[in-house]
């Protein structure tokens, strides 16, 4: 099975929106002649740089042997799951930022360790297909909804359903 990175035009916010904090605080210690703003600015433009480095070259998400290994920071950050282990794939939701929730994260539980990914930045196809391939490997893997849902050949969205509230 061949390994599945993130996709760039998903990576958008990290190397459009995030560089203009940075490029604003260079902007403002140019004018000021502040040293110490420009070692920030720059500073924050490197770290940026390397998160969307990190993202496009170092992050993957493959079956590799026997395991579901997850992969990021250039092997320094590891998460391992064998997939005959495996029990149940779920599509996790955190709580985010302005009161909403994050993409659908992968939760694959097996039965001494867990694998979460956040699929923010993956097409959700090349995933599916890695569950698929999971899941031909054991078949006793139970899917959630979401997941169940793309395996069917849907197309789920990443975004949560918006729900009425109460008025009261």
Do not use: C
């Not at 990290?14 to 070692?39: E, K, W």
């Amino acid at each position: 099975m061949r390994t599945v990175r993130p996709y760039p035009p998903l990576l958008w916010p990290a190397y459009t929106l995030f560089p203009l904090a940075g490029l604003l605080v260079l902007f403002f210690a140019t004018a000021g002649h502040d040293t110490a703003l420009m070692v920030i600015g720059i500073a924050l433009l490197a770290v940026n740089g390397a998160i969307v480095v990190n993202h496009l070259y170092f992050t993957s998400l493959a079956v590799s042997g026997d395991e579901l290994v997850y992969r990021s920071w250039a092997g320094l950050q590891e998460q391992r799951v064998a997939v005959g282990s495996i029990q149940r794939i779920d599509a996790k939701r955190y709580p985010g930022a302005h009161g909403g929730a994050s993409a659908p994260h992968l939760v694959a539980r097996g039965r001494d360790s867990t694998v979460r990914v956040n699929t923010k930045p993956y097409r959700l196809r090349d995933v599916g297909a890695l569950i698929e391939a999971m899941r031909a490997a054991n078949p006793r893997i139970e899917l959630d909804d979401f997941w169940s849902g793309l395996a069917r050949g849907d197309e789920p969205s990443k975004e949560v359903a918006v729900t009425p509230r109460s008025r009261f």
